[in-house]
């Protein structure tokens, strides 16, 4: 579901990002583990935990909700053929990934977010946490805000 390497994994994808002119932070995955861990500690490397938990949750929680709530509508006590299958699924993953994206947003601000300044990489949003995040995203992009 979660770990460290998506803290690294979004960090090293920031890179250069917002006028840093090409500048390298992190030279590999094991590199940006180690600076990660002994410069920001645990917290550095969980940074975002809150956010993707419920990203998990609300896409795992629609997908399946409204792929079986489908599947009874068209009648669940048949067997059901592929493109209706198909269909059910389609619906159930594009409606899941809707409503998740506020959180996966949330998630990734976090994520690039540092502590030391060193090693900010893309733009830091200088949120103080998940709740803090969501409003200014509210506040300054409006409820469609972008990544």
Not at 13 to 25: D, I, L, V
Not at 115 to 121: C, D, H, I, M
Request: some cysteine.
């Amino acid at each position: 579901m979660y770990s460290y390497t998506d803290v690294v994994k979004s960090r090293m994808q920031m890179q250069g990002e917002g006028g840093a002119g090409g500048k390298k932070t992190y030279g590999n995955s094991f590199s940006a583990l180690k600076t990660i861990a002994e410069r920001e500690g645990m917290r550095g490397l969980y940074r975002g935990l809150g956010p993707a938990v419920m990203f998990q949750m609300v896409g795992n929680s629609t997908r399946f909700g409204v792929y079986y709530v489908g599947k009874s509508m068209v009648g669940a006590d048949k067997q059901l053929d592929s493109a209706t299958n198909f269909a059910l699924a389609l619906t159930a993953g594009g409606l899941a990934g809707l409503i998740s994206c506020p959180f996966f947003t949330l998630k990734t601000q976090l994520q690039v977010q540092s502590s030391v300044p060193e090693l900010a990489t893309g733009h830091q949003h200088a949120h103080t946490g998940a709740i803090n995040a969501a409003m200014s995203i509210v506040r300054t992009q409006g409820v469609a805000g972008e990544l």
